[in-house]
């Protein structure tokens, strides 16, 4: 196969994978974007929320705790 043929063949596949994206592209154009998991506003992580947050209760619980 020559660089002329080489190229030619380039451009039809990419004429085919522009084809194809835009047939993606109106088949999922009504479809909403995937949620984020809930972040907790007292540590910034993902998972949990602020009233469930490992790094509060430990420290409430570690400040509930009598001195020895």
Known sequence: MTID???IRAKELIAKR???DQ???ELFAGMAPAK???RCK???ELGHIAKTCPTK???VGSASEPAR
């Open 5 to 7: 043929e080489q190229i």
């Open 18 to 20: 522009e084809e194809i």
């Open 23 to 25: 047939q993606l592209a």
């Open 36 to 38: 984020k998991g809930v």
């Open 42 to 44: 007292t540590c910034g």
């Open 57 to 59: 209760i430990a420290a």
